[in-house]
């Protein structure tokens, strides 16, 4: 999440800046210049995301304040020069409407939420800074490139160690836990603990050196690209064109998937179990697993592990039955556990639910940072690791049971084990199970032995490990890449280790 957070904020801050350059280098056309950049910044707003049309607010007052003091600089050695208070109408406009936005804002956010607000007002002052040092890099004459681009990381280098000590908005990231406002703090439970793994801090530093430098590339290939000459004015075009192109692609990504409304969802699978007139000491542990899938269906992963959590003891409850019903009822079971896990969804159906849930429930820092987790398996509001284990796993343990019924129907009948699971097909299974947990999709391994036969799923880190349990059996499935093979002696017969 660290690199993808580090890319998003760059581009942000670059595009951000590189709009209110274009705002503020404007003469007669600059209020509807600055009008243009606010409509471009606002779009936070639509899903009460304050504190960053704060942080661009900022940022822009910043870059269009140090525009203005370096057109008073550079022109004060002019025969008559223009002094500093001195406005135009146009710009007397553009203040006030300035003034009039930053009133509006205040009283929209709490000043009891000064925390999070101010963090943004200083990361869009740092950008600001850096936006307004790249441009400085741009201008030519006074030094050479390389001395140019020397002093301007430095400067960058030494704006970031500010964010890096004060920042918490890369740190709250981590723990989905935004600065509360203050007089929550001591009602609510989840305490938020400014200081947390600061080293988060440190991904300001290339992120205030790239702004500076895409910034600097930026005005710089759009100078030259106003040169008379054909031949590399035409380069400077396709050069800028690259790069605006890549300052402005992750910011409309990103914001596309944050502010666009999710409100569809896959339909649930169909799926009507097919009666059955077990044994009670069979029936009720199915009709309790038939529950749970129901629960679940249609739901978030969340829902999926909260239903199956039961999955377990109703396992346990008919793993004996297996050597005592007879051969009709051990048929009928394996029909009815796999009628059961038919009516389980595609594990994208749980996954987009989840991404549906979070947008429609959650505040924007959440919905963020699920945004950005997509692309970190480790770090997700779910953590997908875990969530695909543990869908796997549950799903492997209820096909080793089908198959395990069927064997033993198949050994009360003809009085041996089959030689493989060809040999339950088509009268006990439909087909050869897949094993959810092979990432090439083959299905369940089974083997005859000397003293009987070998089931066995390759597990979560998806090797086949000839059958041999984890060091450590787990009451439950769902331990992403952990070693060994599932078998269903390992976990119903030497119990826990």
Not at 47 to 56: I, K, L, P, Q, S
Request: glycine residues 8%.
């Amino acid at each position: 999440m660290t690199y993808t957070l580090g890319v998003l904020l760059a581009t942000t801050l670059g595009c951000v800046g590189l709009v209110a350059l274009w705002a503020a280098g404007a003469g007669r056309w600059a209020m509807l210049r600055w009008l243009a950049f606010l409509a471009i910044i606002a779009p936070p707003l639509a899903v009460e995301a304050d504190e960053v049309f704060v942080g661009c607010y900022v940022l822009g007052a910043t870059v269009g304040a140090g525009v203005w003091l370096g057109r008073w600089w550079f022109h004060r050695a002019d025969a008559d020069p223009r002094p500093l208070w001195a406005f135009s109408m146009g710009g007397l406009l553009t203040l006030t409407a300035a003034v009039a936005v930053a009133a509006a804002m205040g009283a929209r956010l709490e000043f009891t939420h000064y925390q999070a607000w101010g963090d943004f007002a200083l990361i869009g002052l740092v950008g600001g800074l850096c936006t307004l040092v790249g441009a400085w890099m741009a201008v030519e004459g006074w030094s050479t490139p390389l001395r140019r681009t020397l002093l301007g990381c430095l400067a960058a280098l030494l704006l970031s160690l500010t964010l890096v000590q004060l920042d918490e908005f890369t740190t709250s990231l981590r723990h989905g836990v935004w600065p509360q406002p203050q007089f929550q703090v001591f009602l609510s439970p989840e305490r938020y603990e400014p200081g947390s793994e600061r080293y988060l801090r440190a991904v300001w530093t290339p992120v205030c050196i790239a702004v500076t430098l895409l910034t600097a590339a930026a005005v710089g290939l759009a100078r030259a690209a106003q040169r008379p000459v054909a031949p590399r004015n035409r380069h400077a075009k396709l050069a800028l064109l690259a790069v605006i192109a890549a300052i402005v692609a992750p910011p409309v990504w990103v914001g596309a998937q944050w502010l666009l409304p999710w409100r569809s969802t896959p339909p649930p699978v169909a799926f009507e179990p097919p009666p059955s007139d077990l044994p009670v000491e069979a029936l009720h542990p199915l009709m309790v697993l038939q529950t749970q899938v129901d629960d679940a269906r249609g739901g978030t992963q969340h829902d999926y592990v909260n239903s199956m959590k039961g999955l377990y003891p109703q396992l346990e409850a008919l793993y004996p039955l297996r050597a005592t019903l007879p051969v009709e009822d051990l048929a009928r079971v394996s029909k009815r556990l796999r009628a059961i896990e038919g009516g389980i969804q595609p594990y994208d159906s749980y996954r987009w639910q989840s991404i549906i849930d979070v947008h429609q429930r959650t505040n924007w820092h959440r919905r963020l940072r699920e945004i950005l987790c997509r692309w970190d398996r480790h770090h997700s509001v779910v953590d997908v690791a875990f969530q695909e284990s543990y869908y796997a796993d549950s799903r492997a343990m209820l096909r080793l049971f089908q198959v395990e019924f069927a064997l033993h129907a198949y050994q009360a009948e003809h009085g041996e084990w089959p030689e493989g699971i060809a040999e339950l097909v088509p009268n006990l299974l439909p087909e050869a199970p897949i094993d959810p947990c092979s990432p090439v999709g083959d299905p369940l391994r089974y083997r005859r032995t000397a003293d009987g036969y070998l089931l066995y799923s390759v597990g979560d880190n998806g090797r086949d490990d000839a059958g041999k349990p984890p060091k450590r059996v787990r009451r439950w499935v769902g331990w992403p890449h952990q070693a060994g093979d599932i078998t269903l002696p390992s976990w119903f017969d030497a119990g826990e280790e």
